[in-house]
């Protein structure tokens, strides 16, 4: 019965989507990173006013692309 159970959860995140949306995520989080260093540190904008830009607009971003790509 455990294995059967332990099956049904695995085959979940075989889905194509998952890896999909695990390797989207992953660069999306390296591009947020790069670009909060480039906005503060280089050109010197407010922690506030960049995080606001950057996590706001990679979140739309991520979910455009998610939608071009039929994943949701």
Same mark, same amino acid.
């Given at each position: 019965?455990?294995?059967?159970?332990?099956?049904? %959860? !695995?085959?979940? $995140?075989?889905?194509?989507? +998952?890896?999909?949306?695990?390797? @989207? =995520?992953? *660069?999306? /989080? %390296? !591009?947020?990173? $790069?670009?909060?260093?480039? +906005?503060?540190?280089?050109?010197? @904008? =407010?922690? *506030?006013? /960049?995080?606001?830009?950057?996590?706001?607009?990679?979140?739309?971003?991520?979910?455009?692309?998610?939608?071009?790509?039929?994943?949701?």
């Amino acid at each position: 019965m455990l294995n059967g159970a332990k099956n049904k %959860i !695995l085959k979940h $995140f075989w889905n194509k989507s +998952f890896f999909h949306y695990t390797w @989207i =995520s992953g *660069i999306y /989080s %390296i !591009l947020n990173i $790069f670009l909060l260093w480039i +906005f503060i540190d280089v050109f010197g @904008i =407010s922690t *506030i006013i /960049s995080g606001v830009i950057i996590v706001g607009g990679a979140f739309i971003l991520r979910y455009s692309f998610f939608k071009w790509s039929k994943i949701v």
